[in-house]
């Protein structure tokens, strides 16, 4: 049985009597992601009498690394399992051995059966669902309104595989639940790229309608500004797209600990970094300053790894430096009524980006003020009282001892 899926109102119409249909339009869009849908849907299927040991979605994703994200539901798991599809599979054995591959190509699906050796030869990938005693195995192409597909499979080690009348209910079920994983996978593309662009937390205020030109929190947080020294020199020297690959590296070094800290990589200002750790009360300062001069030295680490590889490869050596601070900012949105950024500003960033010039005078890597210095609970040592530019008073600096 085979869906043409520009026929999905009025096939619409004609299953409005099945439950599962009607589930699939009215309340599982509302569901938090892709794995919730797939939980419950299987549910409602295995309660109506459908055998089902195994089953997936392959829902497309917008990210720099990966490809999809894949859902899989098992008879007898604790819940359904996430993972990872990377860029680059559809040139891998594993792809073209996939009957996936033939719903890429076009076809609405791939129904095979598992004792069949002749499935075995075609789909090596269906191998291992044999030999854990799958009988039958159906891909369905789910389609897209770009013109691609999503791809889900089910499976079953019921004697006998599947009867006619449960594969003619998956394929019937297609078009509603074709347009339930593409509402989902948009709501997750769009989310995933506000967080690539803006920061997570960030971009999770943005989806959630935070988006008024002038809206914004007075936050207390440990300011957390980096630099990459001597990148004008640098730019004149090499080909842009070396000067690319060398920010890639750099920032990859310095963000990655921001993140694993608890801090908020908040945004990328030519070669400069900024983030924050926000400080939710008084009591939790002292930590929240801690986590944020380790990410300071984890980063410090990360560079050294760097230099040394790029010294393997004849490369000159990259440096750097980052200011701790800590201020109370505004954070919220500024900018045109057709151009927005998300940031934090006031005197205390400003104050955190002298710093970090500061520390390149005194070719220290990390330097902090001496409101951070105050509520740390690692030992700092003055580097001494500094005039800075556009800041009023001389300023206090100190390094970890």
């Given amino acids: 049985m085979a869906i043409d899926p520009q026929a999905t109102l009025p096939y619409v119409t004609r299953m409005s009597d099945d439950k599962i249909f009607d589930w699939l339009l009215a309340d599982a869009p509302t569901l938090p992601s892709c794995q919730h849908v797939l939980e419950q849907l299987v549910t409602r299927l295995c309660d109506g009498g459908m055998p089902l040991d195994r089953a997936t979605f392959s829902v497309g994703v917008l990210h720099t690394e990966l ?27 594993q792809n073209q051995g996939s009957p996936y591959r033939l719903l890429n190509e076009g ?47 089910w499976s079953t080690q019921a004697e006998g595989g599947f009867s006619d009348a449960d594969i003619d209910r998956l394929l019937a079920l297609r078009p509603a639940l074709a347009v339930v994983i593409e509402l989902q996978s948009r709501a997750e593309m769009t989310k995933s790229v506000l967080d690539l662009y803006l920061g997570r937390e960030a971009g999770r205020r943005v989806y959630a309608g935070d988006i008024q030109r002038g809206d914004g929190t007075t936050i207390r947080s440990v300011l957390f500004m980096s630099d990459l020294r001597g990148f004008t020199s640098l730019s004149d020297r090499i080909p842009l797209d070396f000067l690319i690959a060398v920010l890639n590296d750099y920032f990859e070094a310095v963000s990655g600990p921001i993140h694993a800290h608890g801090g908020e990589m908040l945004k990328y200002i030519g070669d400069a970094v900024l983030g924050i750790f926000r400080i939710g009360s008084d009591e939790e300062m002292s930590a929240v300053c801690d986590a944020a001069l380790g990410a300071a030295e984890l980063a410090a680490e990360n560079m050294k790894i760097l230099n040394r590889r790029r010294g393997r490869e004849n490369k000159p050596p990259l440096d750097f430096g980052i200011a701790l601070h800590v201020g109370d900012t505004m954070y919220g949105n500024v900018g045109a009524h057709d151009r927005l950024d998300f940031t934090v500003i006031g005197p205390a960033v400003n104050l955190c980006a002298r710093l970090e010039a500061l520390a390149g005078r005194l070719s220290e890597q990390v330097i902090c003020s001496a409101e951070f210095a105050a509520r740390t609970s690692v030992p700092m040592t003055s580097v001494g009282q500094h005039e800075l530019k556009n800041v009023d008073n001389p300023v206090g600096a100190f390094v970890p001892a």
């Fill in 67 to 93: 490809l999809a994200k894949a859902y899989i539901w098992e008879r007898g798991a604790a819940s359904v399992t996430e993972t990872d599809v990377h860029h680059g599979i559809q040139r891998t054995d």
């Fill in 107 to 153: 076809e609405e699906y791939v129904r095979r059966r598992l004792p069949d050796p002749k499935s075995e030869a075609e789909f090596p990938l269906l191998e291992e669902l044999r030999d854990d005693g799958g009988t039958d195995y159906i891909a369905i192409a789910l389609p897209r309104s770009d013109g691609n597909v999503y791809r889900t499979s």
